[in-house]
């Protein structure tokens, strides 16, 4: 199945987080995801203005595993718990220190730390979906207790390694910092979720979860690590800072190493050779019969040979555009190859191309649902751009990495909008306008553009359908309507 979620990443970029999941029955699975971008005329967004390099260098892909998915009850208790993959490590490693065992080590830490991320946060999620609810109070004092377990197994093995052994302490501080970090932002956002003017139904959940953000302070300040400080500018941008190095050093066990080429060069190769020796042989047919006939006029054959050689050139461009055009569906212009130890796990391949409203599926022209002034007034004419994605995952390589079961990839994938605005007008207007008084008023109006997303997911016999619309301006963002 294919899975979706949108957000803002920064003022100037829209994040998109696919996640492909194959099928534990198929060996091999495909999917689809076809996406139409409608950019408004004024922009001046073409062919000719907006390469297929440019649109490439704005649109960031990352891939990586789908983190494995456990409650933060299971990261202790169950079997396979991510607790019990990090001590088995930690004791091969200080019986024997070689650089393999360190290796496992340390990809264990990152992704215990990884799926409690993944584990609070969904379990914060929750909470805050649920805040209203009657029994919000007995979840959250369940939610820290589960928070503080979690916390202490982990500590305790910490504090277990002996003090020569301190690059091994040094790397699990790593995660315990990241890990309390998270700990803190989840435990915040549920703390203002549930604080509302009535507390007395929640008042001993909120007395809980400050009491462990207090704690946890504590502990950061004994254990030297970073957190945030009211009214300490320089403090804060170092904690961001830090985290940052923090966030980018654990997700790294989940990214994959992958290897980005054009897709299908021989063939275009090919194809485009066999156009040349088209154009060629259609030169070396024509002009025989002349200068068979008109051998005594050399001044003549000379302009005749100029002139069918521009011909040919002409001809030979033709022959290749014809093929590339008869390739380009088949053919996308880059494919990546995704590995985990060198062994594929798989390929994304990808192709953009502007295209024209005759070739939009009806379909997606029903949920871009332009309106009658749209439809109408040409000078609205919308430029569309095609971003195509096809996927294959090998299941039965990617399920048999490490001591669990990944069930799939995700793309991560960030759209730059910054060219998109240097023709944007100013981002505010001023209106004159009379009050209730009748007196003359300036009122001050956001001038946005509207950027529309429309996204199709295909796999196995299934299609899904997602609407996105992006309102901008010159300043960047404003927000996201789906």
Partial sequence: MIDIQTKIHDKFSIE????????????????????????PNGLDINKQTYSKERFYADMKSNVRLLTPAF????????EGAPILHVKRALEAVITESTEDRMDE?????????????????????????????????????????????VLQEFRGLRDGISRDHDELIAKMNFADEFISHQADIRTMKVLKAINRPDQQTTEGAFMALADMIAEEKAYKTSQNYSYAVIGDRDNNRRLLHRHSQLKKYIESALFLKVNTTQDGQAVKQISFSLAAGLAMMVYL??????????????????????????LKDRIKELTRWLFAYQLKDKYYDNKTVVSIKNKSIGWLKEGMDFITDDKVPE?????????????????LDE???????????????LRNQYNYEFKGINDIIRYHINYLTKKMDNPESEITCLDENRQIRTVTAERVYILHFVLQFKWEDQVEYKVFHVVVNRNGIINIKS
């Fill in 285 to 310: 047919l024509v002009t025989m019969p002349f200068q068979k006939y008109l051998g005594n006029y050399p001044s003549l054959i000379f302009f005749i040979l100029v002139l069918f050689y521009i």
């Fill in 383 to 397: 430029k569309i751009i095609l971003y195509r994605k096809r996927v294959e995952i090998d299941n039965a390589v």
């Fill in 71 to 78: 409650t933060l009850k299971q990261m202790l208790e169950e």
């Fill in 16 to 39: 998109f987080k696919v996640g492909f999941s194959g099928r534990e029955s198929v060996k091999v699975d495909h999917f689809d995801v076809n996406s139409w971008i409608f950019i």
């Fill in 105 to 149: 080590f340390e990809f264990q830490l990152k992704l215990f730390a990884s799926i409690f991320k993944s584990s609070i946060r969904n379990e914060s999620a929750q909470i805050m979906n649920h805040a209203d609810a009657p029994n919000v109070s007995e979840r959250c004092k369940s939610y820290v207790d589960d928070v503080y377990h």
């Fill in 363 to 379: 379909e997606v022209l029903k949920l871009r649902d332009r309106n009658r002034l749209e439809t109408d007034n040409k000078l």
